[in-house]
């Protein structure tokens, strides 16, 4: 409940107007512009949050990883969520030739674009045209979760009701703590879009795994580009918090995106929703210890542990697929043939797709721990299995063994 002072226009994207009605959830949603009060919690520095900066110059070997892709031009962290169009914007990803698909969950004005044309026409315009023509200008805020007049929480993104439709669990029987989760799971996710009509589309319809996702890729031989190098066709991940999580421990105890995002918290005699949205290793009393009861320290620390365990397998998962890739460019320079070539290829892409699943999620495996280092594992397995096949390849046809930096590769020459 709460006192309505003014009344509001249906689907409002102006924060500004929402103020009035909402002034404490006003002032904590705009704290997710500062990143001024972020701290580094780790040796590795921070596993994201809401500092841009660059991963290519932060892991200059993503540019190998993402050869002939624009992700190997331009990637980097997010920042906040107010801060979310302006960072789309000034992406170098394919410049003025952005789909409206780029901009699906960075504009409250969306929905409203959405609900005058249509979903489909949104997709296809340009998002120099919705900027320049149609003056989207507003960041994620109130709008994209919230009935302007009601306040009841709801789901704005027609790419989400469509997939939980396609898997017979439709949104709008969904409870009010569910919602609570549904707001966040319609963006926190990946998707991809055909190249024809840009529609927007959640790749869920065989399940939430990596390897349910990945089958339904190949089902329909969706690749997002074909590697510089390798010349393997891969996915690029985008990010998948919500499938992430869905295999968690979390997740089985209905423990859900707001409730460690945007707490519960008190102002004077009022139990309000926090919404300066965050990490809760910068709330953890609120976020964790309502639940656990170990110090505050401790919590961190196990938390670390956790991130430390799933970088440390995305460093050795990044190092086995640059070494697969080098050995598939020393079959190819040998002569090795594009069908000689499939079962490496085939690799580099189960490889690929489950590094980048865990190296585009947002927690550094925190969501999932074991699920995370099971992918990773695998990821690992894949790489050197690609790299053994090529191998062969090279020594069929006298090839030079490339200079392995991550090993010594004398015995492979034998």
Not at 8 to 21: F, H, I, M, S, V
Not at 269 to 277: F, L
């Amino acid at each position: 409940t709460y006192i309505k002072i003014k009344e509001l226009q249906p689907g409002e994207p102006d924060p500004a107007e929402w103020k009035t009605n909402f002034p404490q959830q006003y002032a904590d949603y705009m704290k997710t512009t500062d990143t001024e009060t972020l701290f580094d919690y780790s040796k590795y520095g921070r596993y994201g949050g809401s500092e841009a900066f660059s991963k290519l110059e932060k892991d200059p070997r993503m540019k190998r990883l993402f050869a002939g892709y624009a992700f190997g031009i331009d990637y980097n962290e997010e920042r906040g969520h107010m801060n979310a169009l302006n960072d789309m914007l000034s992406i170098k990803r394919l410049g003025d030739k952005k789909p409206g698909s780029c901009m699906t969950c960075k504009s409250p004005q969306v929905p409203l674009f959405m609900e005058q044309y249509s979903p489909a026409k949104f997709y296809m315009t340009p998002v120099k045209e919705l900027i320049e023509k149609h003056d989207f200008k507003h960041s994620i805020n109130c709008a994209d979760c919230h009935d302007a007049n009601t306040a009841e929480i709801k789901v704005t993104r027609p790419a989400y009701m469509e997939a939980m439709e396609r898997r017979g669990t439709p949104v709008s029987g969904d409870d009010h703590d569910r919602m609570r989760t549904n707001t966040c799971v319609q963006c926190h996710v990946e998707y991809y879009w055909q190249k024809d009509d840009n529609y927007l589309t959640f790749p869920w319809d065989k399940g939430y795994t990596i390897e349910s996702i990945e089958a339904y890729y190949d089902e329909i031989s969706f690749a997002d580009w074909v590697h510089d190098e390798s010349g393997a066709p891969l996915v690029k991940i985008q990010h998948p918090e919500h499938e992430l999580w869905s295999t968690g421990i979390h997740a089985r105890g209905d423990v859900g995106c707001v409730d460690c995002h945007m707490p519960y918290k008190r102002e004077g005699s009022v139990k309000v929703t926090d919404h300066w949205i965050r990490s809760p290793l910068m709330n953890l009393t609120n976020a964790c210890l309502t639940c656990h009861r170990e110090p505050e320290n401790e919590m961190r620390d196990r938390i670390i542990e956790i991130q430390d365990r799933t970088y440390h397998l995305l460093d050795r998962s990044e190092t086995a697929i640059i070494d697969m890739i080098d050995m598939i460019v020393a079959a190819k320079n040998a002569g090795a043939t594009d069908e000689e070539l499939t079962e490496a290829r085939s690799f580099h892409r189960k490889a690929h797709i489950r590094w980048d699943f865990i190296s585009a999620e947002n927690s550094m495996g925190f969501h999932s721990p074991q699920e995370s280092v099971r992918m990773l594992g695998d990821a690992i397995d894949y790489a050197r299995q690609g790299e053994l096949s090529a191998l062969k390849l090279v020594h069929k046809y006298g090839g030079t063994l490339p200079a392995k930096k991550s090993g010594d590769l004398s015995m492979l020459s034998k």
